[in-house]
């Protein structure tokens, strides 16, 4: 998969995953015991708890912490809540992480099936937020920047990863369908799903077009979508939503297809797993079962120092417990021996411009991290091109100094995001 080169600079080039012609269906992995499922905590509240411990919940039972808050998540199990708690999430993000014992049967919730029948936008904000592959339904509901065109990802947008490319080549008539009620509910026409260029063939008429991306990374990520399929520069400080197009992945389509012809939410998810020994098997298992039930399906024993990754090698997050749930995006497990996964250090940089050199976005890394190391995220966004990051991840890779570049990137973004946010609202 990583091509280097002998002659000149060393700059890498890794191939995003390619999966063969004849695919096997996901290995299915049941949650033993329970299920847990991140629940976003809302900052105002005047109404009472309307979940409490003990509650009984159906499979597709919307919940709520508040009556009067617009957050919830979608029971992924029928059973009974055997515990509320708060959780961190990355960047200090608080959660209220609602566990869910499993029942020995199943019960289905029927809420959702009468608004199937008319499919709304709103019905589907109301429904199916948090459906598996995460459909970006405020984005679409979001006024001020109306969306003209939705790209649907049938290509993964990290390495070592094949998920959306098995959703793409697998479920063309739930993507049918899912385009066909997008179209209902938002009128917008203009749809385009992207694909690698050796599974270009075999979709048809699916009622959207259909474009090839370069198998190379990052070609994959919504800015180089933008640039090399719709011709179109995301400036620095813009989003692809900004510029009235909404990313939306294969899995995310599959779940509004089958939600609105089935009458029944979706609450299985279709992961990568990537063992430490590299092997990568596709796998189906229902959105808040732990890792630690994964992983002991499978045998794979975690030692002092490995490491647990959400998301694909270049991008994804690390996670730091096994109770850890999947949730409605995660597309990958990426299972790291300790003897193989790249260590962060101290090392100041040596100024060897490798970084430079790889950044497919032409930024002068090498001053950016200077910034970012002094925690001067407005210099770093104001003379050193900060958004102009496409967020792939190749600088940290690449760095000899191993300097945690990404996520002193990622940190910035948040932190200034975060300002923004808090501007806006003491205005
Ligand atoms: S993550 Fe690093 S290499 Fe990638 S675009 Fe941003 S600065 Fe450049
Ligand atoms: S790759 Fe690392 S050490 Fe080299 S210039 Fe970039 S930040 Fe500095």
């Known amino acids: 998969m990583l091509k280097k080169s002998f002659f000149g600079l060393v700059i890498p080039q890794f191939e995003y995953e390619r999966l063969p012609a004849i695919l096997p269906e996901p290995e299915k992995v049941a949650a033993s015991k329970s299920v847990t499922l991140f629940h976003e905590k809302d900052s105002d509240h005047n109404s009472a708890a309307s979940i409490q411990v003990g509650d009984k919940v159906k499979t597709g039972q919307k919940i709520s912490l508040f009556a009067d808050q617009p957050s919830y998540v979608i029971a992924s199990t029928t059973g009974t809540v055997s515990a509320i708690s708060p959780h961190t999430g990355d960047f200090g993000k608080t959660y209220a992480a609602i566990t869910i014992d499993i029942a020995e049967n199943e019960t289905l919730d029927d809420q959702f099936e009468t608004q199937a029948q008319s499919p709304t936008l709103e019905s589907a904000l109301e429904y199916l937020a948090s459906a598996p592959g995460n ?219 490798d970084c430079v050199r790889t950044c497919p976005a032409q930024i002068a890394v090498n001053m950016l991290v200077r910034f970012l190391e002094a925690g001067q995220y407005d210099e770093a966004a104001d003379s050193y091109d900060l958004y102009s990051c496409i967020d792939c991840g190749l600088c940290s890779y690449v760095c000899v100094s191993k300097i945690p570049i990404f996520q002193y990137i990622r940190l910035a973004k948040y932190e200034l995001d975060r300002a923004k946010t808090a501007e806006a609202t003491d205005v």
């Open 135 to 353: 459909p970006p339904l405020k984005t679409l509901a979001v006024s001020e920047h109306p969306i003209k065109t939705i790209v649907i990802t049938g290509v993964d947008s990290d390495l070592l990863t094949a998920t959306r490319q098995y959703i793409a080549n697998t479920r063309l008539n739930d993507i049918k369908d899912g385009i066909r009620i997008l179209k209902i509910i938002t009128d917008i026409d203009r749809i385009i799903l992207v694909t690698g260029r050796d599974s270009i063939q075999g979709f048809g008429h699916i009622g959207a077009d259909v474009k090839s991306i370069d198998t190379t990374y990052p070609a994959a990520l919504p800015p180089m979508i933008m640039k090399n399929v719709l011709g179109e520069v995301v400036p620095a400080g813009k989003t692809c939503d900004e510029m009235g197009v909404c990313f939306m992945s294969a899995e995310a389509v599959t779940s509004i297809g089958r939600a609105y012809t089935g009458g029944q939410l979706p609450v299985h998810k279709i992961l990568t797993l990537i063992t430490k020994d590299g092997n990568q098997r596709l796998i189906e298992t229902t959105i808040g079962t732990p890792i630690k039930d994964i992983l002991s399906a499978y045998g794979v024993a975690i030692d002092e120092e490995d490491r647990i990754v959400f998301g694909g090698p270049m991008t994804g997050s690390a996670v730091y417990s096994l109770d850890q749930p999947v949730m409605p995006d995660t597309d990958a497990i990426l299972v790291l021996d300790r003897a193989k996964a790249a260590y962060t250090s101290d090392y100041p940089c040596i100024n060897c411009g």
